[in-house]
């Protein structure tokens, strides 16, 4: 699937416009477009006055020239007789003030009135539309996100809070209300957290954000209840985002496809490396979810017009970046947008076609060269990507160890961390999901599980199973810290990993930006490292209770003291990190357990920097796509099977050339 | 004139207070002052009940001791008891908080008790002093600036709005409502942009900006209208400053004459270069609009108390920046403020007479030797400027291209751009005036249009006109990207500039603060530049559609395509400059084009660097103001004429030094 | 006294961590406890129904076990169903929002429900404890600070303005509220400073911070008055931090101990020197408040939790830090908090006991290492701290000073500069206390008065007083500029100090952070000072009325003008910093002068870098405590005088060495 976010309704009073649209469509290799994502107004510019005809004639020309759509649903911006003449709908935020009129993505999740709205013209999409032959699946609404503090969405919090807790003995101890004399007597007493109420009740927060994550997906689920009945075949997905407010895994059940907007920043910096690791991070994360192919929903053809600055791509990239997601298990390249808008807020980012109007631009040839690309690939759609190492990414984690008020209020750096220790991964070709500690663990060789800052007593237990039965778990300091209600393990920490890690953490420091301290490696360690790496940022005083103490700290009153250490347990193996290491550190690291483990690689040799290779198997072939991020022309050595080229056919030697951005996808045989 | 704001209502009980500051200004050669400009509560201070007499004993003694009078009226902040009896008067933020009573410049300009307090006062203030021989016009209001959000005045922009489009349609297609389902059908739905509502649609926040001007300029008339009646030969003028939401030209019509209030942070670097010509672009700014002498209506004699840092004026900087407001064209220097407060907010800020009340301090001796030298130059007032380059400046461009979201969102730096073009003029010596795109064309051989983002189809027919018939025309990247409603055009930019220019600009990218790029001067080029110069911030990427090109960019992707093109059209020539460049080749390249243009210099010779010479010319003499912000002793070569000191009458010979922060007005015949 | 805060009601459900609590409390030296501090929701769950009976049982506990309590008074967070039942109870922002029920320290300290609850509860806490065994005084509330903008404390900031004023003709001639028209007519007229009302008016932000202390040592009068009845032999206190907003010598009256909160952020550089100072700077503001020995109330045993970086203690700090307390004056150390709590925003905070829960932690070690160095002190419980220098620095000018809009607004420094003069004496082993204008100077030798901006008549006439009378002043730029009212002196500053340093300030000027100038001593000064020193962000430009001029400037416009001035006054010496000079400086300044004027010093020697020592005396004995905060092992030479070491008893000799955080007390003979 190739295409576009179309937005024919901004055109209707220029036909030829939307003429041109199809011929140039035809042109670029494109097939699917997102369509009605913003159409609300258009759809129903009256309460109750529908005008389908537009969509009616776009979708008969779709039919008529082969391009099919994801249909959306509009609830993504409401009209303005909505916010008018029903307050309700529009979001409250958390300061307790009514948002006006405007932008979008705005509206309180629980409002009756815009559930029935929306249900309503849902409904009526669904029943004119869900048969039609150019319709392939549903588009809910777009890019879910924020929160609701109006009085419905109060109760709302208040119900759920008493579903959870039963009673409020119960909640208050899970909240520990007792301290600060927050103790509640009465379920109305409990609101959401304000700036100007209460913030810093970690409990509190946490749960806010558990019932942020329901609501939305209650939401989600009311509008596919919508969209279902008229054709319960028809795919349903919703685009996703970076957002850090949402749990997505919550969404797994009640959607068939995953699907995503990736922007990076391409071009920020000389060697783009770094970044593209960090996406091809995300890539893997929202595969994981359904752990099977997903969508690219959104991408620029060239430039964004929201981030600080908005590069160009430049020769390659788009082709780059386009299949590092096909390559991580994306069975589609779309893009925000077809056609740059004349006007508002969004008419300077990037499209396949610009305000010129015509095909003779730079972007419109490079998207119409990955067209034709794709179209060489279609093969990939459906192929699997296998994956022995998983690293261990809580939303419920992420969001209580940055809230915490702990040893470095200044910048725990939890994401980074993780991104650190996935990179290592990514450098080396080994694939790698990203789930979370419900997941199955089972099909793992090796966990990796950085900062598991809350770790209940049931994930402690799983994953000393999993090292019992023959894993090898990586941890880190900042691990095993508070229980799933937030409240800190007593007897000491790494609290239920501490007989897994063989360690107590006693203590832990944050240091400044400006401090450093050191790791020296053990003489003779089993993992064959030597000499000194770089710490920052945390450093926890640990006692060995049985691990092998692999290095040592190298200053501060507890220089000598353990820093990295190996506890065998079972048929397993667990690390443990006490301070925060370097890249150089994690790649070493890292390098010398792949081959300890014996972890698959996409391609069994060594990679330069800043090139990555990523596989996708249908069980027949493996495809395999070697990508050149290093900001320069680099040859790489293959292991020696044999390869031909995916697109062209051609028979692929043992050292190919990759340009700057440059990407290969090459075929071989699988289990070869 | 030279003179100050003046407030005698602070000290009404110490009456030997207000009589040494008669002497004082004879003294210090202060001939007229500012009264009454925060009188209101001195003269209303109940309801109805008005107290003239301290002003009718004051305007007394000013007559009798041949001091003039601008009488203010009041309405720059009002008493407290309208406050509390009339809450409408009190401004609504953009946050829909209506303003508690306090500060200054915050009454709502459509309340009609506002309007009716003012008018009466006004009224009564002409009736009793407009004839009054002390009285020589009318200073409306203080710095008029910001916007009101109430009631009123949404109902007022939903009329503008109303009156301006006519149908909601004709709206909806102007702000491409159609993007984000914004489609608006009922002006009730309407109101002005706020942070908690609609913020990003360009074409609303536009309208906002226009109809916020037109409301204060409607206001501002409405003053004058109350004062007018007693003496319509009172001249009128409201004090400007470097605000960047009212589009000053507007009020032209309504005021008699332009002045406006300076504050340059004088010493900030040891080398005051950069700041003078910001200086002088603000002064040309202000001259340009009704083309004729403003007046300097406030400036510090020392320092201001509300910057970051309040640094003194080194001696000769007082004379030398006064001076400089009379070369581009005041006929007067006037400060904010005559004596300084005891208390409250600006009780630090610099006045003539310090808090030790008497004349022994260096301000004062500083203030009394311009008194001296100003009396000498008194033939100046009143003589012109003649300039042959214009800057193009217009307030709509400024806020679109800045409210755009486009390549730069860390830092488009218009303005910063605009002063760099006006800059390299200064430094030559060359008068320039600074205009709006409506402004006559006609009398101007040089138009430097930089970043003229938008640009309507007739303002880009009048400049291709102005090249056809023998203009030069200099224009930068992101010019003619939008029509006069935000829209873009389409077709290829730069819209209604590309036959003049003869360049398509496909693409344009940002650059971060780190990029850099460079261009390279074609061999031959008839400009006769040579070299490589760096470029930053922003590179568009052109196609050349018959200009020739004078420089290629340096690197990236792009290397080699144009950067620099010159278009011949008609009798005239049309210069694009892709991409920002600096301040060397600035200088190299209207250096280069004053020469080829035969453009006019105040002097005919080479300046230092940090001294400019500006001219005035009555028609039969010419004055000729050389200064000195270069931070040290300089020499100044003349250019052989006949010149003598305008202030002492000696004969000046051909070579003059410069003191540090010297100036020196000469006299010479007219085109002589 | 050694203990901490304590809170068993988090862990009422928890026997045995209660039993154990008291097994380790012994272990670890401690016998003093404040609690109760946020018990209202467990004693007073519901409106009017009260649970003692832990509260019984823990005091029991207590007086079992040898352990003393300070009885808080639970004010500081009150439980959820007041916020529900009583709004008026929640505090109103300036922003003129009323908060939320959350956090703590947030109620209305007018509100008369607020006021009547707190009675009730107090009453009923001193009627069953306030004669127990265990007991040993009150602990008011909680670090009070914050103020109120609701309607009843804008009343109640009338009246307190009507019976300050009397008239508002008065009050306006004192606010100055000519300027601006700001003029009052009536007092309803009249609210508290805002965001969006009147900010800028200084005599108004003045008043209001006054009223804000008053009223808050109203409310703490309130709580203590509640509480006397049942034993007002039952010492008084409450809990002070470094807060700005408070004028802490107003609760010296209400108060029987001052006691305080501190929370260094100990290494956060490799030298503790500075920060250690300014920790000194304020134990010797509290001890000065009532003059006699204060109390550590807070302190952390190894770590907070909210600052940027959570460092922990090397080894030697908290033993160090805890004495230097004693140094300064304390009879006490006492820490936040006893034992960490499971959840919510402080649960990583430092405490003696940790998650682990038991006694087998370094920092536990730590604490009773401590706790058996205080027993072994006690004699040094209630001995003088005996000072012959004051550091003037008042609350009334600390907020004048930085509201003032003066020379410079992007930092006027005045604490820095404060800290600054005192540190001069710290590192010279010289007792000094920190008072207000209207204590008594009658005791010291010297008197520092770093930046007195704000110095009313009277103020200055005592000074002039105390320097005729044989007293020596430093007085610095930026003195005697306004009085008590916030009104410039007239006439020439530094107004009433002007006879006394014998000089005339007329010019100020700030400098930005990349300025510097210099002063260049005179030859011959009689201090022996000689060379240059650097000078920066403030240069004043002063006369010599009389005064000798020791130092001028080295750079500028006004180099060779006075920069240091000495006047001889009567049988006194006032001298006179004109800019802001470096430590390097006021090192060699005030070295010089403690001989001159034959200061006393802890320890007769010359003390090595980051070294100091502090001296308390019983009249008998002297204790000496030789502290070290720079960052490595330093040895010290004595006096020669005869000294043993206080906690050991075994003599020392002459020359003793301080490890790295290390700390010595000594004992000799008092006049020895």
């Known amino acids: 699937m190739h295409g576009a976010d179309y937005n024919p309704d901004q055109w209707l009073d220029s036909p030829s416009v939307l003429e041109d649209d199809i011929r140039l469509m035809k042109l670029a290799g494109c097939n699917v477009m997102s369509i009605g994502i913003f159409s609300w107004a258009a759809l129903e510019p009256e309460e109750g006055v529908f005008t389908f005809e537009w969509m009616d004639r776009l979708l008969e020309r779709f039919a008529n ?33 009514r948002n006006l009129h405007g932008m979008r993505h705005n509206h309180c999740y629980t409002s009756p009135v815009y559930r029935e ?42 119900d759920w809070l008493r579903s959870k807790y039963g009673t409020l003995d ?65 795919p349903v997905t919703t685009n996703m985002h970076m957002i850090e407010g949402l749990d997505y895994r919550k969404f797994a059940d009640v959607l ?13 910096r000389s060697d783009d490396t770094r970044l593209a690791a960090e996406m091809a991070f995300y890539h893997d994360l929202f595969r994981s979810i359904k752990g099977k192919p997903f969508l690219l929903m959104e991408s620029t053809p060239s430039q964004t017009n929201w981030q600080p600055v908005s590069k160009l791509k430049q020769p390659g990239m788009h082709m780059l970046s386009s299949l590092q997601a096909v390559a991580h298990g994306s069975d589609s390249v779309q893009y925000f947008q077809w056609r740059k808008s004349r006007g508002s807020s969004e008419k300077f980012h990037g499209a ?33 990507t296998v994956a022995e190492v998983a690293i261990l990414f809580d939303w419920d984690n992420r969001w209580a160890v940055k809230d915490a008020q702990g040893p470095r209020n200044m910048g725990i750096h939890y994401e980074e961390t993780v991104y650190a220790h996935h990179r290592a991964f990514w450098q080396n070709g080994v694939a790698t999901d990203v789930i979370g500690s419900a997941d199955d663990f089972g099909k793992y060789k090796l966990i990796v599980a950085p900062m598991l800052y809350m770790c209940g007593e049931e994930a402690g237990a799983r994953l000393e199973k999993f090292v019992e039965r023959g894993g090898v778990l990586v941890s880190t300091y900042w691990s095993g810290i508070v229980d799933e209600r937030d409240l800190c393990h007593l007897g000491g920490f790494p609290g239920p990993l ?43 005083l640990v006692h060995s209770e049985g691990a092998e103490v692999l290095a040592s700290y190298a200053e501060s009153f507890y220089a000598g003291r353990p820093a990295l250490t190996l506890n065998a347990l079972g048929e397993g193996k667990a690390y443990y990190m006490a301070t925060r290491l370097g890249d150089d550190f994690l790649s070493d690291f890292y390098s010398k357990l792949i081959v ?39 040859p790489v050595e293959l292991d020696g099977r044999a390869y031909i080229d995916a697109i062209t056919g051609e028979v692929a030697g043992n050292r190919i050339t990759l340009g700057m951005n440059g990407v290969r996808v090459l075929k071989r045989r699988a289990n070869g």
Not at 72 to 97: H, I, L, Q
Not at 134 to 156: K, L, M, P, R, T
Not at 256 to 268: L, R
């Open 65 to 97: 020239n082969g391009i099919y759509a994801w249909l959306a649903t509009p609830s993504g911006a409401r009209p303005a007789w909505m916010s008018a003449r029903y307050p309700e709908v529009r979001r409250v935020e958390a300061n307790r003030v």
């Open 352 to 384: 396949v076609v610009d305000h010129v109007g015509h095909e003779h631009t730079r972007v419109f040839r490079d998207v119409a060269e990955l067209g034709a690309a794709l179209s060489g690939l279609s093969e990939v759609a459906g192929a699997a």
């Open 596 to 634: 300890e483990i014996g972890l698959r690689r996409a391609v069994e040799t060594k990679l330069p920097a800043g090139v990555t290779a990523q596989a996708r198997t249908n069980g027949v072939d493996d495809f395999v796509f070697v990508m050149n991020f290093g900001g320069r022309e680099q």
């Open 498 to 540: 501490r007989k897994t890690l063989g360690v107590w953490a006693e203590e832990i420091e944050g240091l400044y930006d400006h401090d450093r301290n050191g790791i020296v490696l053990a003489e003779g360690n089993p993992l064959g490292l030597s000499g000194e790496y770089e710490a920052r940022e945390i450093c926890e």
């Open 256 to 268: 068939d496809v995953i699907s995503w907007d990736a922007y990076p920043t391409w071009h920020e």
């Open 170 to 234: 119960e909640l208050n101890r899970s909240w520990w209300a007792s301290f600060w004399a927050h103790t509640y007597t009465d379920w109305k007493q409990i609101e959401s957290p304000a700036p100007h109420g209460e913030f810093a009740v970690h409990g509190h927060n946490l749960d806010w954000r558990r019932f942020v994550t329901d609501r939305t997906v209650d939401f989600c689920r009311h509008e596919i209840e919508a969209v279902r009945g008229a054709n319960p075949s028809l």
């Open 117 to 158: 709205k929306t249900a309503k013209l849902n409904g009526l999409l669904a029943e004119r539309y869900a048969n039609h032959p150019a319709v392939i699946g549903w588009h809910i609404s777009n890019e879910f996100g924020g929160d609701c503090h109006c009085d419905y969405c109060q109760e709302a919090f208040r």
